[in-house]
C-alpha cells in the first residue's frame, strides 16, 4: 500500500473561497469613493445678484438691438480686443 500527498492541500476548498469573500469584503468596507468640492465651486452654486443683474442687463441690450437704438462702440470694442491677444 502506497500513502501519497495527494490531494493534502485541498482539504477544505470552501475555506478558501470564504476567505476571499470575507477579504473582498473588507475591502469594500474600508475603501469608499469620496467627493470634495471646493469652495469656489460652492460659491458659484450659490445664486447670487450677479446673474439677475446680467438677466437685466441682457434683456436691455436685446430691447435696443430690435429697436435699432443700440451703437457699438467701434474704439472700446479696437481697446478690449487689443487687451485679451496682448496679455
Do not use: C, H, W
Request: glycine share 2%; aromatic share 8%; charged share 25%.
Amino acid at each position: 500500500m502506497k500513502i501519497t500527498s495527494y490531494g493534502v492541500n485541498s482539504v477544505n476548498p470552501y475555506n478558501k473561497a470564504q476567505n476571499n469573500v470575507k477579504a473582498a469584503e473588507k475591502k469594500a468596507a474600508v475603501s469608499s469613493d469620496k467627493i470634495e468640492i471646493s469652495s469656489a465651486a460652492k460659491e458659484m452654486s450659490v445664486s447670487s445678484t450677479y446673474t439677475a443683474e446680467r438677466a437685466q442687463k441682457i434683456q436691455q441690450l436685446k430691447e435696443q438691438i430690435q429697436s435699432g437704438e443700440y451703437k457699438v462702440n467701434a474704439n472700446k470694442v479696437a481697446e478690449d480686443l487689443l487687451k485679451f491677444y496682448r496679455y
